[in-house]
């Protein structure tokens, strides 16, 4: 194409056109652009592009390397422009996680990032450690939370007449009792316990006690099926109390997080293993003060994708924990049992009826081996049944083995790339799925617009043309929904809920993919009937063990295991231990506490301070009294700052809040500037100024009119 200089006429006259024509943009991405970029004005979008074109990355399907050759293409940026190497850095980092200094050089050098003056940029350093500035802030937060935790055995609460008897009611034995005290008696608890031991059952208990005390209850899960899973329970019991997933309940819009406050009584975060420190910590930091917070999970269980391992560290670190050992499903399902208690025990069960071994299998035969399982334990009811593997190729490649059993005739609807299955000129997938009518779908990410979220399975029902739905941020910061373009909608139905979904074209490639074959992370938070776990090879060291342990507890009355393995290599590499390396949050515990801060400040607001601060803090004498209305507007503020990827920016200090003016001396990333709103976050580096004394005593006598945006 011409190319066409930013900032010229045509270039502005014609902004669809311009995107359009962006290096392998064309007409399938450029949509996706104009509302990512510029929630539907593609003007704004362009402003975006021209102002930084890796702005590109926060668009689904742009990585690092397509956003760069758009911005040395057609941009003219140096390859010594700060915002490229900034770019690249957070790209590596949020896919590589914390990383030493060799470690990244070693990781720009693939992107031809080469200047060292730029190894740091966008990223914040620690100790010989490049973070991610919202990673590192995740887990101080983390830390400084879990350093003010009570620790040992949990305290226990005693049942009015009325919550005895729902735990009677529903046939608790005394340890889940216990459990159930547990619960209503701590601030922070974690419940673990391996399948079919009755956590649930233990949850929807204490629900139902904290719910006829007249408190409030609300579920969540990082993954959709985990999160329909623990509503389905709550509609069972009668339990008047919401389930969504945990970026539904944070009010996930776009790229951020909308709801400042959890102020239920009682917060359950079921499948905890599956949470990486910055999701865990947008939770904690958002608790009111009154709020228990109760983590649900098997810490056998694969370690999260992100950084940290926060569940499993809370329980190293000693936060209070009620362990269910009993298992209560039936005894013709206990060979299932046997195997994953094999697994992590390194002992070979006797055989069961309910296990069936394909190993040794040899290559050449696998796919008609796979066939042929689908054909016994598959069919229609897709609640009823799912494939598991380890690797996101095996996934593609036997999803089109088991659509051709399941479904082979059905119209074909959409279709979308198998990367995995290799590439050919051009950079090209050399193969592509068809999504048909019939067919059994997955979601492979959240929209809280759709109603969608990752994990969740369904069906393809029709499909249909109208309007698209989209979200449009309005002046006042809040989100409204209006329609867009009339487009082809594919209608899926998910699990067994009532009514369906309608996902516009443009997005299917987003959010749907064949859910036939799905990988051990998908099905974390599932279960069913019966599971053929399909893994040819080995799997790495690492996360062999967890891999197969949480794979074989997705099945509940047949569990079937192909490999071309050998018995007893099979048996050695499921179980295979990992060496024990303590996570950074754990080695971050082990040092000594810092000193505490003394602030003028009520007690109440310590919490929150020291969250900011990421050390300990002590209210001075005397304590000052400020408005109650004030201080809900400075809370509200106060979390807003402490989640804030990067640093601060406060307005003039006529209308700054006493506290933030404080809290300027301890941290060197508040400025001052005459900006509309007090808290608000900055991805540019900072200058401190600190305010004089006696500035903060005036700043107080104006505290019933500070407003908190």
């Known amino acids: 194409m011409l190319k066409q200089q930013p900032g010229s006429l045509w270039f502005r006259s014609d902004p669809h056109q311009a995107i359009r024509e962006l290096p392998g943009v064309g007409s399938r991405l450029a949509p996706r652009i104009i509302e990512d970029l510029g929630d539907g004005d593609a003007h704004e979008a362009l402003v975006m592009i021209e102002r930084n074109p890796y702005n590109l990355m926060q668009v689904d399907g742009f990585g690092f390397k397509k956003a760069d050759k758009i911005a040395l293409a057609q941009f003219n940026l140096g390859s010594e422009d700060p915002r490229r190497h900034e770019a690249g850095n957070r790209s590596i980092l949020e896919q590589k996680g914390v990383l030493t200094e060799k470690e990244l050089t070693a990781e720009r050098a693939r992107l031809e990032l080469r200047d060292p003056a730029h190894l740091g940029s966008g990223v914040d350093i620690e100790e010989g ?115 969504s997933t945990i970026h539904k309940a944070l009010g996930f819009m776009r790229r951020e997080f909308t709801v400042p406050v959890l102020d239920e009584d009682l917060v359950v975060i079921d499948e905890s293993s599956m949470l990486p420190n910055w999701l865990l910590w947008a939770v904690v930091m958002r608790l009111s003060p009154s709020s228990r917070l109760v983590v649900v999970g098997d810490p056998n269980q694969l370690p999260p994708i992100g950084h940290g391992t926060p569940f499993v560290d809370l329980i190293r670190h000693g936060a209070p924990r009620v362990h269910l050992e009993r298992n209560y499903r039936q005894q013709d399902q206990q060979g299932i049992l046997h195997v994953a208690e094999g697994i992590l025990h390194r002992k070979r069960p006797a055989p069961a009826d309910c296990v069936e071994f394909h190993l040794n299998t040899a290559q050449m035969n696998l796919e008609a ?187 509940k009355t047949r569990l079937v295991i192909v490999s071309m393995l050998p018995t007893p290599t099979w048996w050695k590499n499921a179980a295979q231990d990992a060496p024990e390396v303590p996570s950074s949050l754990m080695r971050r515990l082990a040092r000594p506490a810092p000193e505490p801060v003394e602030l003028d400040i009520r007690p109440e607001f310590i919490p929150a301070a020291e969250l900011i601060l990421g050390r300990p803090v002590v209210a001075a004498e005397p304590e000052p009294v400020y408005p109650e209305e004030a201080y809900e507007r400075l809370a509200a503020g106060l979390k807003r ?69």
Request: proline residues 6%.
């Open 129 to 243: 450690l490049y973070w991610l500035p919202e990673e590192l802030a995740a887990e101080k937060g983390l830390e400084a939370w879990m350093r003010r935790m009570t620790t040992g055995e949990p305290a226990l609460a005693d049942l009015t007449p009325a919550q005895q008897a729902v735990c009677d009611r529903l046939g608790l034995d005394d340890v889940q009792t216990r459990a159930v005290r547990a619960i209503l008696a701590n601030r922070v608890l974690s419940l673990t316990g391996g399948a079919g031991c009755g956590k649930t059952h233990v949850i929807a208990a204490a629900a139902q006690c904290v719910t006829i005390a007249g408190g409030t209850v609300r579920g969540m899960a990082f993954a959709g099926k985990a999160a329909d899973r623990m509503r389905e329970a709550f509609d069972r019991y009668g339990i008047m109390a919401d389930a």
């Open 369 to 555: 081996l796979f066939t042929d399982l689908v054909r016994r334990h598959g069919g229609q009811d897709f609640n009823d049944w799912q494939a598991i593997t380890y690797q996101n190729e095996n996934a593609e490649r036997y999803n089109l083995a088991a659509q051709a059993v399941i479904n082979p005739d059905g119209e074909a609807l959409f279709e979308y790339p198998l990367w995995k299955l290799g590439t050919g000129e051009r950079n090209r997938p050399l193969h592509k799925a068809e999504v048909r009518r019939g067919d059994k779908i997955i979601v492979v990410k959240n929209s809280t617009l759709l109603g969608i979220f990752n994990g969740q399975t369904g069906r393809v029902v029709d499909r249909t043309y109208k309007p698209k739905r989209v979200l449009r941020k309005q002046p006042d910061g809040s989100w409204e929904e209006e329609l867009g373009d009339p487009m082809m909608h594919l209608v899926v139905q998910i699990g067994a809920q009532e009514g369906s979904v309608a996902i516009p074209e443009d997005e299917l490639e987003k959010y749907v993919q064949l859910g036939y074959v799905i990988t051990v992370h998908k099905a974390q938070g599932s279960d069913w009937d019966r599971v053929i776990l399909i893994q040819p090879s080995a799997v790495r060291a690492d996360t062999a063990r967890p891999f197969f342990y949480t794979s074989a507890t997705r099945a």
């Open 641 to 709: 700052y402490a989640a804030g990827p990067a640093p601060v920016r406060v307005t003039e200090p006529t209308d700054s809040a006493p506290l933030a003016v404080e809290l300027a001396a301890q941290r060197d990333d508040v400025v001052s500037a005459p900006a509309p709103q007090v808290w608000r976050t900055l991805r540019q580096p900072s200058v401190v100024e600190t305010p004089a004394p006696d500035h903060i005593e005036a700043l107080k006598a104006q505290f019933k009119t500070m407003e908190v945006a």
